[in-house]
């Protein structure tokens, strides 16, 4: 079982920064795909990021492109996504997510029934 815990999230003003972090259970995280979704009040969960188990591949979501951050420290078992510049819209309840299936299916890994564990999420309120 593969327990993601999110910590980092708080409220901020427009333009501001925040780091948030995802502490990963599991001998197996240097093998995970992980993900960051968000969902904000009365909308779908949408994806934000993700990076390959290498680290050495990472998909943005157009909204967040050269703002945000995703990265890793396998050797700490943790995930991180630096975001900079935000905006009221990045208002959400923010997702670490883990796929634990050894592979990066460059068509799925948007997809938030692609992966197999979450976290329960942490709060980033942008105002502005």
């Known amino acids: 079982q593969v327990q993601l815990v999110e910590s980092g999230g708080g409220p901020v003003q427009a333009g501001e920064s925040l780091r948030l972090s995802c502490a990963a259970s599991g001998r197996s995280f240097s093998y995970y795909t992980m993900g960051w979704f968000r969902q904000a009040q009365g909308n779908r969960r949408e994806f934000v990021a993700v990076i390959h188990w290498s680290g050495g591949t990472t998909i943005y979501a157009d909204s967040v492109k050269g703002r945000f951050t995703i990265s890793r420290d396998n050797a700490k078992n943790t995930v991180l996504l630096q975001m900079n510049s935000l905006k009221p819209e990045d208002t959400a309840v923010y997702y670490c997510?883990?796929?634990?299936?050894?592979?990066?299916?460059?068509?799925?890994?948007?997809?938030?029934?692609?992966?197999?564990?979450w976290g329960q999420g942490t709060q980033v309120t942008v105002s502005a």
């Open positions: 997510a883990a796929d634990a299936s050894g592979s990066f299916v460059y068509a799925r890994v948007r997809d938030p029934g692609w992966y197999d564990y």
